[in-house]
């Protein structure tokens, strides 16, 4: 069967999301909460400060993140929070689809269920808590309405989004869909200002409870719906922006029986070695080799390894790789994973990300130029879309919108001159 060389460019693009900014289209307030809560955005929403204090992130950077010490038994007892003036921008109607990200740490004295940003969830906004309720989770109300995360391990810091989408209201951990449901359908009104670390309620003297006993860290608003890949987007850039060790690019791209990986540093501080790591299926890896990094550096640093032992996969079509950079301190991260096909086959379709929000991410992979029909039912059979795209010779990466989609179940189905093949997805 005829081999081709092919190169990861979709892989790359989230490797390459690794380091990029988190979006700023839609974006209404930024705060980065470094030693204070000024919002770096153009609407200049920033916070009266009330004793919280700077703090470490997540890589232990100091003045680069907020703390609330509220460990008082008495849950109306708040010492430390602060508030935000009451702000248009900030006040979503109940059609105004929504973003919330940023990355928060609690103290593993639980005391009390901890506010973390309440924008009069209490009359119907939106708010974000966590509480212990059979473990520790995070909580996203909306409209009267709320969804529970998965446990959360309590010491850890977690980067959070909460999204409202068309009538959905979802939690992202960590870059990755946690749980979904629909919203309530109280009628929002906004009678007071925004609050980080605590909950808003006008009747309480002062008028809040249930402070956060934790830290608060990079926290965004948009006046959309982020999607998945930007959700991930916005982990990655929080994550990354605190190792010692900035990925630029990373690809992979096969020839005949080997893999060439080549990545890239802007600068490295502490770093000790790569680690190169290989899969069949995108859940179990293996390291397959290491290599030694700079140390330190505050210039471009390009790396290389070459994957000869790919034969031992017996047949796999897919290949996925990653790197687990470890620094000389003992830390640990991940890379997105970059991904080659063993082969090249008409109509071989993948979805790319599953499930999807705005847009259907496919790659099609074809043995020459030609043109193929992508048609999308829904679980009915019924066809509510339809596209006709030129392909070239291996591998195309293509998104079809599918914003105007319901929320469901359906079918992408591609069919090229040598057949036909069909794979579900799933709309959030």
């Known amino acids: 069967m005829q081999k081709h060389l092919l190169t990861a460019t979709a892989a790359l693009c989230l490797a390459l999301a690794t ?80 973003t919330v990200c940023f990355a928060f740490y609690t103290n593993p004295a ?29 909580q996203f109300n909306y409209r009267n309405n709320s969804i529970a995360s998965n446990v959360i391990t309590l010491g850890t810091w977690v980067h959070a989004t909460a999204v409202r989408n068309n009538g959905t ?20 009104s906004y009678p007071g200002g925004s609050r980080f670390g605590t909950f808003y309620y006008s009747s309480y003297s002062p008028p809040h409870y249930n402070g956060h006993n934790g830290k608060l860290d990079e926290m965004r608003i948009y ?68 290599v030694q990094s700079a140390g330190t550096a505050n210039a471009a640093t390009d790396y290389s390894f070459t994957d000869n032992t790919i034969a031992a996969l017996n047949g796999a079509k897919t290949i996925y790789y990653r790197l687990q950079q470890a620094d000389k301190d003992g830390r640990t991260a991940l890379s997105s994973i970059v991904t080659v096909k063993s082969e090249t086959t008409d109509g071989l379709l993948t979805v790319m990300q599953n499930p999807a929000v705005n847009e259907l991410r ?17 679980a009915q059979g019924q066809q509510v879309s339809t596209n006709q795209l030129t392909l070239q010779q291996g591998a195309t990466y293509t998104a079809l919108p599918i914003h105007q989609l319901a929320a469901g179940a359906y079918y992408v189905t591609v069919t090229t001159p040598a057949g036909k093949q069909t794979t579900s997805f799933i709309k959030q």
Not at 40 to 57: D, E, M, P, Y
Not at 169 to 188: A, C, D, K, M, R
Not at 237 to 245: C, K, Q, S
Request: hydrophobic share 35%; net charge neutral.
């Open 362 to 378: 496919l790659q099609i992979a074809v043995k020459q130029q030609q043109q193929v029909q992508l048609v999308i039912t829904n």
């Open 19 to 98: 380091i990029a900014q988190a979006p700023t289209t839609g974006l209404v307030a930024y705060w980065p909460m470094n030693g204070n809560f000024s919002d770096l955005s153009s609407t200049g929403v920033s916070g009266t400060n009330f004793s919280a204090t700077a703090t470490t992130n997540n890589a232990g950077a100091v003045n680069t993140a907020m703390n609330f010490t509220n460990a008082n038994a008495d849950p109306l007892l708040v010492n430390q929070y602060a508030t935000l003036p009451i702000n248009a921008a900030l006040n979503f109607s109940g059609t105004q689809n929504f």
């Open 169 to 188: 209201i979802s939690i992202y951990l960590n870059g990755v869909l946690n749980n979904s449901t629909t919203e309530g359908t109280q009628t929002p």
């Open 223 to 290: 006046n959309r719906a982020l999607t998945a890949a930007e959700i991930t987007q916005t982990y990655n850039a929080w994550f990354n922006a605190a190792l010692p060790v900035q990925l630029t690019s990373f690809t992979a791209t096969k020839s005949n029986n080997t893999v060439l990986l080549n990545w890239q540093t802007q600068y490295e501080q502490n770093s000790s070695h790569f680690n190169v790591q290989r899969s069949s299926n995108g859940v179990n890896f293996t390291t397959i080799g290491s």
């Open 110 to 138: 639980y005391v009390h269920p901890g506010g973390l940003f309440d924008n009069n969830l209490n009359y119907g906004g939106y708010g974000i808590w966590w509480w212990n309720n059979g473990g520790y989770r995070l």
